[in-house]
């Protein structure tokens, strides 16, 4: 059968019916290629690898990676990690709806380390600080172990380097055992012991809001005998497997408290019984064997609120000893901030001052009639012009009358009139119109457009924004994210001594600025600190309004006021009112939360209808808060974008804030939250609209604030909410999301941020969740606003663009079209999500493949980088196949038919890129330390050209200024003669 098989493989024809009489079977088709298959392991959170190669000691612990002894002093430091992954009972630990890590683990981690040091007793562990389980994030763990035995244990989210740790647990090692203990033989259950009825025990732990899951339900059975709680606790067979790595597994250790439920002995509040309490303070613990899976256990009253514990195996050998356990009463609020916000998830954008740089004159046209005045503050040099239109510059550049610029400079016009929902719309009309015969008109493929408004942001968060422009910001941030390097944001103050730092703030390199008193500034993302004592004090008679309730947020939030911070009066505003889908459900959950609700069927953007609402608010329980949820999606790319689609977008946000605004003025109002979009902030492609109108949210608050009244704007990362406007995305778009670095935000990690921002002095905040490392690995694409977080990279071996021209310049025209159909094939990829280039087939239409509007933006941009070349928005509408999208690119990039056919070619792109390093040098050159490694790489490079480069000159005695003076030089004078 083999030999047959080896000449079928060959093509030699074979019988198989002679070779297999008898046989029914029909014959199966092989394909006549090797087999291709992908791999779907599934990925791991945990780390392997050898410590031993880290210069440490294997823990061998489940929770524990690595052992490390310090050179100096005799302290020790054991390091590892957890996850609800990698340890998916842990998340049968849950309080009031929280998952917590139990005490019982960091008993057993401070003992572990107390084992490597002789310390076979624990005096004292106090536990300080909930550790949260958020979802699938793992954390990394610290025990360390002083010289004085003094054993403290930290964690922090899992490769965040930049966070800092959180000290959960502190406490004193001793070498010490203690007197010997006798165990519990003897006849079990004891002469006299009462059973107690165990089997609703965990049903009414969790009607009081301590839920155990499979792993934590170990009490079989339970007694009650002279003042005492006898009970039988076994481990699942699931967790016995790693019961022996464990000195006492915890899950076992915390069942074993689970008695005190049980019958009259313990009667105040304990981990297992009403009042939500948890493990406190442990002192005297001992373990004497490891490995048990299933233990006796007699809890003995210790105090108040205090237990002692003693476990022994089967036979009544002892296993453990708790001499006494105190227990404290734990509140949602306390769960609700413990550790939940992290270093990475509060952010604001901070404008700090940029130095002036100077260079070259850069062309200028001025395009509207808003800006024309501005020409005699311009050098003569720079401005080339002033047009009523894009389409009439494109003209006067076509007919000979005007140079072709670099920078078309607009502004936006101011509308007059005191209807401000009114005069955003029309300034976002008569700007729409402009940026979008921009952007469509292939003549300014190589210029940029540079939209200069006034006071739209907010450098002095003190003064009063301009409402309409700071929306252009939002619906242009957008355009940015669509079109990277064609848009300049300038916000000025002044019309005079600022528009004349115009050329400078173009130079700057800068996507987004403003200019004040003579000095540029531009935005930065940085971190704040949550409020030390988050919390609104609303009083019992006090009433708060929640727009938007029918949504999933907003039905979030009104739960959450009313639990956590006792809201007692609540009006929710939608447009069905009560007749909402689900508003029945809510109503009852917030009634038996001991709200009052009254719903409101109301549209937010009638003004009248609002007032209404208002009116009816009874008098002794005034108003006192106004949550703006409120919003609708519309998405579109700036491009496509209609003025309709925008003003459906501008109604439930703008106008429906701007009325409750306008109508509780008069009001000494304790909180005012509008929720805003991270959209507006970073620019998120195809949302245009949608940003255009949070800026406004964001612009509001900074408003309200410069009149002396409260107000908050909370620019949103995406929720992980299922009815939130995050559920329309799939698999392919969170997944870029991830990629860019924005994860989604747990329910309980949101409403943590929301009580956090609460009392900050600070009108616009972007409580986002941002995955830095996935950030930092894109460092050198990000824009200017993440440089306080993430700092750009040093100078890298070659630009992707460059290092891909020079790779075809090598190759035939069949090679050309093939590496830029791999590098579309690859790209593709990256977008949907898959491991490999294989997954994209040449032929196949990218809209087949799962392509989107926003996704195509997304490889547009993506080869914009790599070739250098400039694409349109519409790229895989116009080239819908990777293979047609090659050819257009071997096209576009004009290369040499073959390699070798032009000698120049080499010549004149090395002049090409030293022209862009030359108009690069004077920023990059800002303080002497640049100044001088600067310096040093050009000699280097000159020298590289060979004796003649140093023909007048040593350039190894040159100085600094020598040396900048001769490239300059060159610069003006010798590439136009090259």
């Not at 763990?141 to 000290?167: F, K, N, Y």
């Amino acid at each position: 059968m083999r030999s047959l098989g080896e000449a079928h493989v060959r093509g030699i024809h074979i019988d198989w019916k002679a070779v297999l009489p008898g046989t029914d079977r029909p014959a199966v088709s092989l394909p006549t290629y090797a087999f291709q298959h992908t791999r779907f392991w599934p990925r791991s959170t945990g780390r392997a690898g050898d410590p031993a190669g880290l210069g440490q000691i294997a823990a061998g612990h489940p929770l524990l990676g690595a052992t490390v002894h310090p050179a100096a002093g005799t302290g020790l430091l054991l390091t590892g990690s957890l996850s609800a992954t990698a340890q998916p009972w842990l998340t049968g630990h849950s309080v009031l709806g929280t998952v917590i890590v139990p005490g019982s683990v960091f008993v057993e981690l401070a003992l572990r380390a107390g084992r490597d040091l002789g310390c076979d007793r624990l005096d004292e562990l106090t536990l300080e600080t909930p550790l949260v389980l958020d979802g699938d994030t793992a954390y990394d763990l610290q025990v360390a172990v002083t010289e004085d035995l003094e054993v403290s244990i930290h964690s922090r989210p899992a490769g965040a380097a930049e966070e800092s740790w959180t000290r959960h647990a502190g406490g004193i090692l001793n070498p010490e055992r203690g007197p010997a203990r006798t165990g519990l033989a003897g006849p079990w259950p004891p002469h006299g012991a009462t059973p107690l009825p165990a089997e609703d025990l965990y049903q009414r732990l969790a009607d009081s809001g301590i839920d155990y899951g499979p792993a934590f339900r170990g009490l079989r059975a339970a007694w009650e005998h002279d003042g005492e709680i006898l009970a039988e606790v076994r481990l699942p067979e699931s967790e016995t497997v790693d019961a022996g790595h464990y000195g006492l597994h915890p899950a076992l250790l915390d069942a074993a408290l689970h008695g005190m439920g049980l019958g009259s002995v313990f009667s105040g509040p304990d981990e297992s019984g009403s009042g939500g309490s948890v493990a406190f303070s442990w002192s005297g613990v001992t373990y004497d064997a490891s490995g048990a899976t299933a233990v006796r256990v007699r809890l003995t009253p210790a105090g108040e609120n205090a237990v002692a514990v003693e476990i022994s195996d089967a036979a009544g050998v002892p296993v453990a000893s708790v001499e006494a356990l105190v227990m404290r009463p734990v509140s949602a609020d306390q769960l609700g901030g413990a550790g939940r916000v992290s270093r990475n998830s509060l952010f604001r954008l901070d404008w700090p001052e940029q130095p002036l740089p100077s260079g070259e004159h850069c062309r200028i046209a001025l395009v509207g009639a808003d800006c024309w005045d501005w020409a005699p503050w311009l050098d003569s040099g720079e401005h080339s012009g002033a047009f009523p239109t894009p389409r009439a510059l494109a003209e006067a550049v076509a007919d000979g009358s005007a140079e072709p610029p670099e920078f078309v400079v607009t502004t936006v016009p101011a509308v007059a009139g005191e209807d401000i929902p009114a005069a955003v719309s029309g300034t976002l009309s008569s700007l729409l119109d402009t940026a979008q015969s921009w952007l469509h008109d292939d003549r300014f493929a190589d210029t940029r457009l540079v939209v200069v408004t006034r006071r739209a942001m907010p450098v002095d968060p003190s003064a009063e924004p301009d409402l309409p422009a700071a929306s252009v910001w939002g619906l242009l941030r957008s355009a940015q994210s669509e079109h990277p390097d064609r848009i300049v944001l300038v916000d000025i103050e002044d019309d005079t001594s600022d528009v004349s730092l115009l050329p400078a703030a173009m130079r700057s390199g800068e996507p987004q600025l403003a200019i004040r008193a003579g000095r540029l500034f531009a935005p930065r993302l940085v971190r704040v600190e949550p409020a030390a004592e988050p919390g609104f004090g609303f009083g019992d008679h006090e009433t708060v309004l929640i727009t938007g309730a029918s949504g999933g947020l907003g039905r979030i939030v009104a739960r959450h006021l009313a639990e956590t911070h006792g809201v007692r009066h609540l009006v929710l505003l939608s447009r069905r009112g009560r007749q909402a889908e689900g508003a029945g459900e809510l109503a009852a959950d917030l009634t038996e939360l001991g709200a009052e609700v009254t719903f409101a069927a109301c549209d937010v953007a009638d003004a009248a209808a609002v007032a209404r609402v208002l009116d009816d608010i009874p008098a002794d329980r005034p108003l006192a808060g106004v949550v703006h949820t409120a919003g609708v999606v519309d998405d579109g790319l700036v491009e496509s974008l209609s003025m309709d689609q925008i003003d459906r977008v501008l109604r439930p946000k703008v106008c429906g804030a701007w009325h409750l605004h306008t109508l509780t003025r008069q009001l000494d109002l304790r909180a005012f939250i509008v929720f805003s979009s991270g959209a507006t902030t970073f620019g998120g492609p195809g949302q245009g609209a949608y940003a255009a109108a949070n800026a406004f949210l964001d612009a509001l608050a900074g408003f309200r604030r410069a009149h002396d009244l409260s107000a908050t704007s909370l620019a949103w990362g995406m929720w992980a909410e299922s009815n939130g406007m995050g559920s329309r995305l799939d698999e392919t778009a969170l997944a870029r999301m991830a990629r860019n670095g924005a994860l989604p935000l747990s329910v309980a990690e949101g409403l943590a941020l929301f009580d956090a921002t609460h009392g900050l002095d600070h009108a616009a905040l972007v409580p986002v969740r941002l995955d830095l490392a996935a950030l930092r690995g894109q460092a050198g694409s990000l824009p200017p606003m993440f440089r306080e977080l993430v700092p750009p990279p040093g100078r890298q071996a070659a630009e992707d663009s460059a290092a891909l021209l020079r790779t075809l310049a090598g190759l035939t025209e069949d090679d050309r079209r093939r590496t830029l159909l791999d590098a579309v094939r690859a790209n593709a990829a990256a977008v949907l999500g898959h491991s490999s280039a294989a997954g994209v087939d040449p032929e196949r239409s990218f809209l087949e493949s799962g392509f989107d509007s926003l996704t195509a933006v997304e490889l547009r941009n993506r080869m914009t980088r790599v070739t250098g070349a400039r694409l349109r928005a519409t790229l895989i509408f116009d080239f819908p196949t990777p293979a047609r999208l090659a050819g257009h690119l071997l096209d576009q990039l004009d290369l040499a038919a073959e390699p070798g056919a032009s000698p120049a070619a080499d010549s004149d792109m090395v002049l090409a890129e030293l022209e862009r390093v030359g108009a690069a040098l004077p920023a990059a050159v800002s303080d002497t330390a640049s100044r001088r490694r600067v310096a040093e790489r050009l000699r280097e490079l000159l020298q590289l050209c060979g004796p003649s480069a140093a023909a007048g000159g040593d350039l190894e005695s040159a100085t600094d200024d020598e040396l900048f003076a001769l490239v300059d030089d060159e610069f003006e004078h010798g590439v136009e003669t090259a």
